[in-house]
Protein backbone atom coordinates (compact mmCIF):
# COMPACT_ATOMS: atom_id res chain seq x y z
CA UNK A 1 0.00 0.00 0.00
CA UNK A 2 1.44 3.39 -1.11
CA UNK A 3 2.15 5.43 1.83
CA UNK A 4 3.23 8.56 -0.02
CA UNK A 5 0.77 10.98 -0.91
CA UNK A 6 -0.20 12.06 -4.75
CA UNK A 7 1.44 15.69 -3.64
CA UNK A 8 4.90 14.00 -2.16
CA UNK A 9 5.30 12.19 -5.16
CA UNK A 10 4.37 15.48 -7.74
CA UNK A 11 7.06 17.56 -5.53
CA UNK A 12 9.46 15.04 -6.90
CA UNK A 13 8.20 15.32 -9.89
CA UNK A 14 6.32 11.89 -9.98
CA UNK A 15 3.27 11.19 -11.26
CA UNK A 16 1.39 8.88 -9.31
CA UNK A 17 -0.85 7.35 -11.84
CA UNK A 18 2.29 6.31 -14.07
CA UNK A 19 4.61 4.58 -12.04
CA UNK A 20 6.44 1.64 -12.85
CA UNK A 21 4.49 -1.63 -11.43
CA UNK A 22 7.80 -4.17 -11.39
CA UNK A 23 11.47 -2.15 -11.66
CA UNK A 24 14.45 -4.50 -11.43
CA UNK A 25 17.88 -3.39 -10.82
CA UNK A 26 21.50 -4.61 -11.56
CA UNK A 27 23.15 -3.53 -8.63
CA UNK A 28 26.47 -3.12 -10.45
CA UNK A 29 29.99 -1.26 -9.50
CA UNK A 30 30.65 -1.86 -5.97
CA UNK A 31 34.13 -3.33 -6.75
CA UNK A 32 35.00 -0.41 -8.88
CA UNK A 33 33.90 2.33 -6.43
CA UNK A 34 35.80 0.82 -3.74
CA UNK A 35 38.85 0.33 -6.30
CA UNK A 36 38.60 4.21 -6.84
CA UNK A 37 38.78 4.63 -2.69
CA UNK A 38 41.63 2.52 -2.46
CA UNK A 39 39.78 0.13 -0.48
CA UNK A 40 39.41 -3.56 -1.09
CA UNK A 41 36.29 -4.16 -3.14
CA UNK A 42 34.54 -6.27 -0.69
CA UNK A 43 34.25 -2.89 1.14
CA UNK A 44 32.03 -1.53 -1.65
CA UNK A 45 29.83 -4.64 -1.49
CA UNK A 46 29.17 -3.66 2.60
CA UNK A 47 28.44 0.00 1.43
CA UNK A 48 25.98 -1.68 -1.40
CA UNK A 49 24.41 -3.44 1.22
CA UNK A 50 23.69 -0.69 3.12
CA UNK A 51 22.35 0.94 -0.26
CA UNK A 52 19.34 -1.63 0.15
CA UNK A 53 17.27 0.09 2.58
CA UNK A 54 16.52 3.70 0.83
CA UNK A 55 15.51 2.20 -2.93
CA UNK A 56 13.47 -1.13 -0.92
CA UNK A 57 11.69 1.65 1.37
CA UNK A 58 10.73 4.16 -1.14
CA UNK A 59 9.76 1.27 -3.45
CA UNK A 60 7.26 0.23 -0.54
CA UNK A 61 6.16 3.89 -0.04
CA UNK A 62 5.61 4.76 -3.92
CA UNK A 63 3.33 1.98 -3.92
CA UNK A 64 5.34 0.31 -6.81
CA UNK A 65 4.52 -3.57 -7.36
CA UNK A 66 7.09 -5.26 -6.99
CA UNK A 67 10.89 -4.94 -7.17
CA UNK A 68 13.66 -7.38 -8.47
CA UNK A 69 16.93 -6.83 -7.44
CA UNK A 70 20.10 -8.65 -8.72
CA UNK A 71 22.37 -9.58 -6.11
CA UNK A 72 24.29 -12.73 -7.31
CA UNK A 73 24.67 -14.39 -10.62
CA UNK A 74 25.05 -17.65 -12.22
CA UNK A 75 28.14 -16.35 -13.22
CA UNK A 76 29.28 -14.94 -10.15
CA UNK A 77 30.73 -18.38 -9.41
CA UNK A 78 33.41 -17.23 -11.18
CA UNK A 79 34.74 -14.48 -8.43
CA UNK A 80 37.35 -15.48 -6.27
CA UNK A 81 36.49 -17.54 -2.95
CA UNK A 82 37.15 -14.85 -0.82
CA UNK A 83 34.86 -12.24 -2.26
CA UNK A 84 32.13 -14.92 -2.46
CA UNK A 85 32.64 -15.69 1.09
CA UNK A 86 32.31 -12.35 2.29
CA UNK A 87 29.09 -11.45 -0.19
CA UNK A 88 27.52 -14.60 1.57
CA UNK A 89 28.28 -12.87 5.08
CA UNK A 90 26.95 -9.91 3.98
CA UNK A 91 23.67 -11.71 2.77
CA UNK A 92 23.33 -13.63 6.62
CA UNK A 93 24.01 -10.30 8.09
CA UNK A 94 21.36 -8.51 5.94
CA UNK A 95 18.81 -10.46 6.43
CA UNK A 96 19.18 -10.74 10.13
CA UNK A 97 19.30 -7.66 10.38
CA UNK A 98 16.60 -6.03 8.44
CA UNK A 99 14.13 -9.03 8.01
CA UNK A 100 12.02 -7.71 10.91
CA UNK A 101 11.57 -3.93 9.73
CA UNK A 102 10.88 -5.51 6.39
CA UNK A 103 7.79 -7.91 7.80
CA UNK A 104 6.69 -4.97 9.62
CA UNK A 105 6.52 -3.24 6.21
CA UNK A 106 4.20 -6.01 4.86
CA UNK A 107 6.95 -6.63 2.23
CA UNK A 108 6.93 -10.16 0.69
CA UNK A 109 10.17 -11.86 -0.33
CA UNK A 110 11.47 -14.19 -2.91
CA UNK A 111 14.14 -15.54 -3.94
CA UNK A 112 14.50 -15.66 -7.91
CA UNK A 113 17.06 -18.38 -8.57
CA UNK A 114 18.39 -22.07 -7.22
CA UNK A 115 19.12 -21.60 -2.99
CA UNK A 116 20.58 -25.08 -2.76
CA UNK A 117 24.54 -24.36 -4.25
CA UNK A 118 24.44 -21.43 -1.57
CA UNK A 119 26.52 -22.37 1.84
CA UNK A 120 23.71 -23.85 4.66
CA UNK A 121 23.59 -20.82 6.58
CA UNK A 122 23.21 -18.50 4.03
CA UNK A 123 19.95 -21.13 2.69
CA UNK A 124 18.99 -21.36 5.68
CA UNK A 125 18.58 -17.35 6.09
CA UNK A 126 16.51 -17.03 2.21
CA UNK A 127 14.37 -20.18 3.12
CA UNK A 128 13.17 -18.49 6.53
CA UNK A 129 12.70 -14.90 4.94
CA UNK A 130 11.09 -16.24 2.12
CA UNK A 131 8.68 -18.25 4.45
CA UNK A 132 8.40 -15.62 7.22
CA UNK A 133 6.78 -12.90 4.54
CA UNK A 134 5.09 -15.64 2.60
CA UNK A 135 1.67 -14.19 3.20
CA UNK A 136 2.33 -10.36 3.52
CA UNK A 137 0.76 -8.19 0.75
CA UNK A 138 2.70 -4.88 0.28
CA UNK A 139 5.94 -4.40 -2.09
CA UNK A 140 7.08 -7.92 -3.47
CA UNK A 141 10.77 -7.76 -3.47
CA UNK A 142 12.71 -10.18 -5.24
CA UNK A 143 16.13 -11.29 -4.68
CA UNK A 144 18.05 -12.72 -7.78
CA UNK A 145 20.78 -15.23 -6.27
CA UNK A 146 22.16 -17.83 -8.29
CA UNK A 147 20.06 -16.18 -10.83
CA UNK A 148 20.81 -16.47 -14.69
CA UNK A 149 17.58 -16.07 -17.27
CA UNK A 150 18.74 -18.81 -19.51
CA UNK A 151 18.84 -21.54 -16.21
CA UNK A 152 15.41 -19.93 -15.41
CA UNK A 153 13.86 -20.47 -18.95
CA UNK A 154 15.46 -23.84 -19.08
CA UNK A 155 14.02 -24.66 -16.18
CA UNK A 156 10.71 -23.46 -16.98
CA UNK A 157 10.86 -25.30 -20.35
CA UNK A 158 11.58 -28.23 -18.08
CA UNK A 159 8.50 -27.88 -16.10
CA UNK A 160 6.50 -27.57 -19.02
CA UNK A 161 7.64 -30.64 -20.25
CA UNK A 162 7.18 -32.78 -17.24
CA UNK A 163 3.70 -31.50 -16.92
CA UNK A 164 2.59 -32.19 -20.11
CA UNK A 165 4.57 -35.72 -20.40
CA UNK A 166 1.74 -36.19 -17.02
CA UNK A 167 -1.19 -34.32 -18.47
CA UNK A 168 -0.70 -35.18 -22.35
CA UNK A 169 -1.39 -31.25 -23.01
CA UNK A 170 1.07 -28.90 -25.31
CA UNK A 171 1.36 -26.20 -22.67
CA UNK A 172 0.94 -22.37 -24.07
CA UNK A 173 2.73 -19.66 -23.46
CA UNK A 174 0.46 -18.92 -20.22
CA UNK A 175 1.86 -22.05 -18.74
CA UNK A 176 5.53 -21.06 -19.57
CA UNK A 177 5.05 -18.12 -17.87
CA UNK A 178 3.48 -19.95 -14.82
CA UNK A 179 7.25 -21.46 -13.98
CA UNK A 180 9.11 -18.47 -13.97
CA UNK A 181 10.34 -16.78 -11.03
CA UNK A 182 8.29 -14.05 -11.66
CA UNK A 183 4.64 -16.15 -12.25
CA UNK A 184 1.63 -13.94 -11.06
CA UNK A 185 3.78 -10.89 -10.79
CA UNK A 186 3.07 -7.72 -12.37
CA UNK A 187 4.69 -6.62 -15.89
CA UNK A 188 8.84 -5.35 -16.12
CA UNK A 189 8.18 -1.52 -16.81
CA UNK A 190 11.39 -0.49 -15.67
CA UNK A 191 15.13 -2.06 -15.53
CA UNK A 192 17.73 0.15 -14.50
CA UNK A 193 21.43 -0.95 -14.29
CA UNK A 194 24.10 0.98 -12.52
CA UNK A 195 27.85 1.32 -12.59
CA UNK A 196 27.84 1.99 -16.51
CA UNK A 197 27.73 -0.90 -18.47
CA UNK A 198 25.11 -1.55 -20.99
CA UNK A 199 24.14 -4.64 -20.89
CA UNK A 200 21.63 -7.39 -19.18
CA UNK A 201 24.69 -9.68 -18.09
CA UNK A 202 21.76 -12.95 -18.30
CA UNK A 203 19.09 -10.78 -16.05
CA UNK A 204 15.10 -11.24 -17.22
CA UNK A 205 15.82 -11.57 -20.57
CA UNK A 206 12.57 -13.00 -20.98
CA UNK A 207 10.50 -10.19 -18.36
CA UNK A 208 12.04 -7.22 -20.03
CA UNK A 209 10.39 -7.75 -23.68
CA UNK A 210 8.91 -4.35 -23.14
CA UNK A 211 10.92 -2.81 -20.00
CA UNK A 212 11.99 0.30 -20.24
CA UNK A 213 16.04 0.40 -19.92
CA UNK A 214 17.81 2.46 -17.33
CA UNK A 215 21.60 2.78 -17.79
CA UNK A 216 23.62 5.27 -15.25
CA UNK A 217 26.93 5.31 -14.77
CA UNK A 218 26.08 6.22 -10.96
CA UNK A 219 28.17 2.82 -8.84
CA UNK A 220 25.72 1.34 -6.77
CA UNK A 221 26.39 2.44 -3.42
CA UNK A 222 26.25 6.05 -4.54
CA UNK A 223 22.56 5.35 -6.25
CA UNK A 224 20.52 7.18 -3.39
CA UNK A 225 17.08 8.00 -3.34
CA UNK A 226 17.84 10.67 -5.61
CA UNK A 227 18.94 8.92 -8.13
CA UNK A 228 15.84 6.60 -8.40
CA UNK A 229 13.47 9.76 -8.44
CA UNK A 230 15.96 10.60 -11.36
CA UNK A 231 15.41 7.45 -12.89
CA UNK A 232 11.46 7.35 -11.95
CA UNK A 233 11.09 10.73 -13.78
CA UNK A 234 12.99 9.21 -17.22
CA UNK A 235 10.55 6.19 -16.73
CA UNK A 236 7.38 8.19 -17.07
CA UNK A 237 8.90 10.91 -19.98
CA UNK A 238 8.92 7.50 -22.21
CA UNK A 239 7.02 6.91 -24.84
CA UNK A 240 5.90 3.19 -24.89
CA UNK A 241 3.67 1.85 -27.99
CA UNK A 242 4.71 -2.13 -27.46
CA UNK A 243 4.54 -2.50 -31.23
CA UNK A 244 1.63 0.24 -31.73
CA UNK A 245 1.33 3.56 -32.97
C1 LIG B 1 27.98 -5.86 -8.34
O1 LIG B 1 29.17 -5.17 -8.22
C2 LIG B 1 27.80 -6.86 -7.24
C3 LIG B 1 27.95 -8.26 -7.65
C4 LIG B 1 28.13 -8.70 -8.86
C5 LIG B 1 27.88 -9.26 -6.59
P1 LIG B 1 30.52 -5.70 -8.86
O2 LIG B 1 31.20 -6.56 -7.84
O3 LIG B 1 30.28 -6.36 -10.15
O4 LIG B 1 31.34 -4.36 -9.05
P2 LIG B 1 32.20 -3.96 -10.32
O5 LIG B 1 31.31 -4.07 -11.51
O6 LIG B 1 33.35 -4.92 -10.39
O7 LIG B 1 32.61 -2.56 -10.04
C1 LIG C 1 25.77 -8.37 -12.93
O1 LIG C 1 26.97 -7.72 -12.68
C2 LIG C 1 25.37 -9.21 -11.75
C3 LIG C 1 25.01 -8.49 -10.53
C4 LIG C 1 24.97 -7.20 -10.38
C5 LIG C 1 24.65 -9.33 -9.43
P1 LIG C 1 28.37 -8.31 -13.15
O2 LIG C 1 29.40 -7.37 -12.68
O3 LIG C 1 28.50 -9.73 -12.72
O4 LIG C 1 28.22 -8.29 -14.74
P2 LIG C 1 29.33 -8.30 -15.88
O5 LIG C 1 30.29 -9.40 -15.55
O6 LIG C 1 29.99 -6.96 -15.85
O7 LIG C 1 28.57 -8.52 -17.14
MG1 LIG D 1 30.19 -5.69 -12.08
Known sequence: MAKFTSQQLQQWGLSPQSLPRHVAIVMDGNGRWAQEKGRPRT??????????????????????GALTLYAFSTENWRRPEEEKSVLFSLLVEYFSKEIDELHENNVRITIFGEKDPFPQKVCQALVRAEERTRDNTGLRLNIALNYGSRAEICRAVRLCCEESAKTGAYPGDEAFEQHLYSAGQPELDLLIRTGGEQRLSNFLLYQAAYAELYFTPVFWP?????EYILALQAFQKRARRFGGL
Not at 47 to 59: K, Q
Not at 222 to 226: A, G, I, P, V, Y
Open 222 to 226: DFTRE
Open 43 to 64: FGHRAGTERLREIIRFSSDAGI
